[in-house]
């Protein structure tokens, strides 16, 4: 499939930082699987940094209500 010709340079970035973040979660995952130290922190970590983010989320959306 090809690309389109006219890429805005938003769209670029954007498809740049999508690539970036796949290359870096199957390092990720690679990583996690395959040190178990590191796996068993990434397996109590993960829910504790998913909670953290979604705590600084809804303080930001509720911000924007206030």
């Known amino acids: 499939m090809r690309l389109p010709r006219r890429i ?3 769209a670029r970035a954007r498809r740049a930082l999508l690539g970036d973040l ?3 979660a199957a390092l990720a ?5 395959l040190a178990a130290g590191l796996g068993v922190v990434g397996f109590f970590g993960l829910p504790l940094l998913l909670a953290g983010l979604l705590w600084i989320g809804l ?3 509720l911000g924007r209500f206030r």
Do not use: F, H, K
Request: net charge neutral; charged share 15%; glycine share 8%.
């Open 8 to 10: 805005s340079p938003g």
């Open 29 to 33: 995952a690679l990583v996690l699987s």
């Open 59 to 61: 303080e930001r959306l």
């Open 22 to 24: 796949v290359a870096a």
